[in-house]
């Protein structure tokens, strides 16, 4: 049975509750224009492969520093075992155990960035409490919950984090800071990284350059008689790209990426599917853009996934960023641990020296053992 989408609201606020069968979805992945995608040469898709590349990678590399805020909306959703861990552990426990739970959280993050150093602040603050929805009947289940203060920055080497220790209702009386080895990709999951809003613009390029070799090589991209499709739409002075990839990952199984790139928002993607073989999505994505200095940032983005089994939608992710600057000049300080939020008496453990510190007149003031 087809589900439609509902918007209930609960209390004070507004939960959007998301279930939709993708072999309902019919997705406009032209957006808003009114012509057709059309074939274009085959002889002419290296060309327009390597302009999407170029001009992407071009517009990112002009970020040297970042700074702003983002403000996220989060809806997960949990079946079965994974709910009732979810409801006894997470909320107030009353009333029958839902089948479905609906976990919805508003966080704000701001940040700075210097790219070109490969420096991280992030300064998460959830005011709010997480909200938990019976899925099924609307019920909100209360929540078990501490207000996240977090901060934390990223070193090419290490990272720092401070979180809140002791707190009274609701305010942070003392924090705990920990240094750690930072690693490859990313320090740990729950560290924001501002340079994800770009999702899969990052590899894009990197993507187009292998298959780009791949044509050179063999003429077309050909996976099992699925081939590369690029098709063209001209609305006035815009132009839009609709690039279909097939990929192979396991004897006779396939996906498809289908992404849409717009002259309009300097040829950055504006939407990004995954697909099956049947057309079914396992993850969609959804870009806005405002040009800020020069370079065109992420304004909004959202985010979905759906369950393969079923194709119901599983994650639903928001974002939208506020007061951006880009290439100003950030202060050396944001970037050490005197920028952690910590009072005097706070604690700070160095996990990669194997030391602990207290820390005081901002300064750190090595513990030893015998004073713990």
Not at 345 to 359: A, L, Q, S, T, V
Request: hydrophobic share 30%; aromatic share 10%.
């Amino acid at each position: 049975m087809n589900t439609r989408i509902m918007l209930k609201t609960i209390g004070a606020y507004g939960v959007i509750l998301l279930t939709m069968s993708n072999a309902t979805v019919t997705y406009a992945l032209s957006g808003d224009a009114t012509g057709e995608f059309q074939p274009v040469d085959s002889n002419r898709i290296p060309e327009i492969l390597n302009m999407i590349s170029t001009t992407m990678r071009t517009n990112y590399n002009r970020i040297k520093t970042w700074r702003g805020e983002v403000h996220l909306s989060i809806d997960r959703i949990h079946r079965g075992a994974t709910a009732q861990e979810i409801f006894k552990k997470n909320t107030q426990g009353k009333g029958k155990i839902p089948g479905i739970v609906l976990k919805h959280v508003e966080p704000t993050i701001e940040f700075s960035l210097n790219a070109e150093k490969d420096l991280l602040f992030v300064n998460h603050n959830s005011e709010k409490p997480p909200q938990y929805i019976d899925f099924q009947t609307g019920r909100d289940l209360g929540a078990k919950w501490m207000p996240d203060h977090s901060r934390a920055i990223v070193t090419p080497e290490y990272y720092l984090r401070s979180r809140p220790n002791t707190t009274r209702e609701g305010v942070v009386l003392s924090r705990k800071a920990v240094k750690a080895n930072r690693e490859k990709r990313r320090p740990t999951p729950s560290i924001y990284e501002p340079r994800d809003s770009f999702g899969a613009r990052r590899s894009i390029w990197q993507t187009f350059h292998r298959v780009l070799q791949h044509i050179s090589e063999h003429g077309e991209l050909n996976v099992d008689g699925y081939r590369l499709k690029v098709e063209e739409q001209k609305d006035g002075d815009i132009t839009r790209y609709l690039v279909q990839q097939p990929v192979k990952i396991q004897q006779e199984t396939y996906f498809f990426l289908k992404m849409v790139f717009c002259s309009e928002n300097g040829l950055n993607v504006v939407s990004y599917e995954v697909t099956d073989q049947n057309g079914k999505v396992s993850r969609r994505l959804t870009w806005e853009y405002e040009l800020v200095s020069g370079v065109y940032l992420p304004k909004k983005t959202t985010e979905e996934r759906f369950e393969p089994a079923n194709g119901e939608l599983s994650y639903r992710e928001e974002s939208t960023f506020r007061t951006l600057q880009i290439n100003e000049v950030i202060p050396p300080v944001t970037f050490t641990y005197k920028n952690l939020g910590m009072k005097n008496g706070d604690k700070f453990i160095d996990k990669i020296g194997g030391k602990e510190y207290k820390y005081q007149d901002e300064q750190l003031i090595e513990v030893e053992k015998n004073d713990k």
